[in-house]
């Protein structure tokens, strides 16, 4: 049971690693689109499809401010992609539905980034 939780937890991954890497060549942003198959740099990858710096993913270590700011980062990727800031609430209440959306925004042909 344990070994088809790793392996359904690492497919899971990929295809979310996928999406994010769909979503910055989508950006233009082919440089560093491999950033999101890498666990700390995939935050980074989110923070310069919104254009703040790298340097930010460093708010992350202040308690309650980092929610906050995860808040903030997210509506404005959504944004960024077309989306309304609404779909934040499922990030906060359905974290599953969140990330589902997502992957289909990130596979998605429809998809575009307007930042």
Not at 71 to 77: E, F, G, R
Not at 98 to 115: F, H, Q, R
């Amino acid at each position: 049971m344990t070994g088809f939780l790793i392996v359904l937890y690492i497919v899971v991954y990929f295809v979310v690693c996928g999406a994010y890497f769909q979503l910055a060549k989508k950006a233009d942003r082919n440089d560093i689109a491999w950033f999101a198959f890498v666990p700390i740099l995939n935050y980074i990858l989110q923070l310069k499809l919104i254009n703040i710096s790298a340097w930010w993913v460093l708010i992350y270590l202040v308690p309650i401010v980092n929610i906050v700011f995860a808040i903030i980062w997210q509506v404005k990727l959504l944004n960024a992609f077309g989306k309304t800031g609404a779909y934040v609430l499922f990030s906060i209440f359905l974290p599953p539905v969140y990330t589902i959306l997502w992957i289909v925004w990130g596979y998605s042909s429809k998809t575009e980034y307007d930042l």
